[in-house]
């Protein structure tokens, strides 16, 4: 039953998923970048590497022998994954699904070309001439991403010709890994974007969580609710979508899985292979398993006996605005004064402008709407400020 799981990136998701691992017995090791990261701070040992440095994770891994490789970030040498399965080590949720999944040309042409999912019309570019061209093909307004990131970092909008240069810029500079390449995508013209959590499991059913709408900003999520309002049509089209492209991955785990709602149906966006940051108001009590809780006991191989739908609730971030080290936070105090709600401070020992810092939960009293409860959410995270010590 015990196992000893290796967690690449210690974000406040990996601290999450570690606390729900530590519920149920289990030995975590969390290694990040840089010290002092959040799921440092609750998991077994920790260990500080460049994770791209894939001589710094072979060692890592030798050292520590573990049974389960768990990724939370995408700026890992994950080629490296296909020896540890050889070597008998669990990647969860595969060591394709890891090396698909962390590059946009990978999945996108998976769920495009082999898989014949909807997705927006997209190119390629590895250079500002080829980046013209593709987005001469795919028109303005566009989308231009890095083909490795996270968190909408290097992501810009391109809305005119003039705004084509700095958006290359941007995606090259702020790209994580290696790869010096980028994805154009025309504009998906959406009412509004869902998260539909999935889990897949070593034996049982693929099972999925009631969609979750969401906000961004910078391309960055702000604000998730539970349930999203979308028709049932539209959730079963993504069901379907979903269930096809992590069955084409393979292996156990959450993952999220993101589409454009249109007028005339749901577009395939992008996918996670771990717990997602618009997935934390899961926390909120929406339902009787989190989404870390559902990772751990779907990692572990431990049955799910049903993800049942509790109550809405709603998630708003608390963001730094300035840059020091050591933050501290006013205001939490008034966020616990509400009876439904709460608040996660992630840990972080450096705040920066825009950075997540923290989250504020909101469960539903009664059966107030979503629109009510993403208000409220709103005005209790800007209660929180992130400030320097005395």
């Known amino acids: 039953m015990v196992k000893k799981i290796l967690l690449l990136g210690s974000g406040e998701l ?3 998923f570690v606390i729900a691992a530590k519920r149920l017995g289990q030995k975590v090791i969390a290694v990040d970048s840089y010290a002092g990261a959040p799921a440092m701070q609750v998991a077994d040992e920790c ?21 389960i490789i768990v990724p939370e970030v995408e700026a890992i040498r ?47 570019a590895k ?24 968190s909408g970092k290097g992501q810009s909008y391109i809305r005119k010709t003039d705004d084509l240069e700095k958006a290359w810029t941007a995606a090259i500079e702020k790209g994580r890994g290696d790869s010096h390449e980028v994805i154009i995508e025309a504009f998906v013209p959406f009412d509004s974007e869902i998260t539909l959590l999935t889990v897949t499991q070593q034996n049982g059913e693929t099972l999925f969580c009631a969609p979750i709408g969401h906000h961004q900003e910078r391309g960055d999520y702000q604000e998730s609710w539970q349930p999203a309002a979308v028709s049932a049509e539209c959730v079963e089209q993504a069901k379907e979508m979903a269930a096809k492209v992590t069955k084409a991955l393979g292996g156990p785990g959450i993952w999220g ?47 799910i006996a049903e993800i049942r739908q509790q109550k809405a609730g709603a998630s708003a971030v608390v963001l730094g605005t300035e840059t020091f080290e050591n933050p501290d936070y006013t205001g939490v105090e008034k966020v616990l004064a509400n009876p439904y709600a709460d608040v996660r401070i992630f840990g972080k020992p450096l705040s920066r402008p825009y950075r997540r810092m923290g989250v504020v939960l909101l469960q539903a009293e009664g059966n107030e709407g979503v629109g009510e409860l993403q208000t409220r959410a709103r005005e209790l995270a800007d209660m929180v400020q992130v400030v320097r010590k005395n």
């Open 47 to 67: 260990e500080v590497i460049n994770m791209l440095d894939g001589s710094a994770l072979d060692a890592v891994v030798a050292r520590h022998k573990p049974d």
């Open 127 to 150: 250079t500002l001439d080829e980046a013209r061209a593709a987005v001469s093909e795919v028109g303005i307004p566009c989308v231009m991403k890095p083909l490795m990131s996270s």
């Open 14 to 16: 990996g601290k999450e």
């Open 78 to 124: 994950t080629e490296r994954f296909y020896d540890y399965e050889r070597s008998g080590i669990t990647v969860i949720p595969s060591a394709k699904a890891v090396n698909f999944t962390m590059n946009r040309r990978a999945i996108r042409d998976l769920a495009a070309k082999e898989l014949g999912l909807r997705t927006a019309n997209y190119r390629y």
């Open 257 to 303: 899985v993101e589409f454009f709602v249109c007028k005339d149906g749901v577009v395939f966006s992008e996918l996670s292979p771990r717990p997602h940051d618009t997935g934390m108001v899961t926390m909120a009590g929406t339902q009787n398993l989190s989404e870390f809780e559902l990772h751990a006991r779907a990692v572990l191989g431990l049955p």
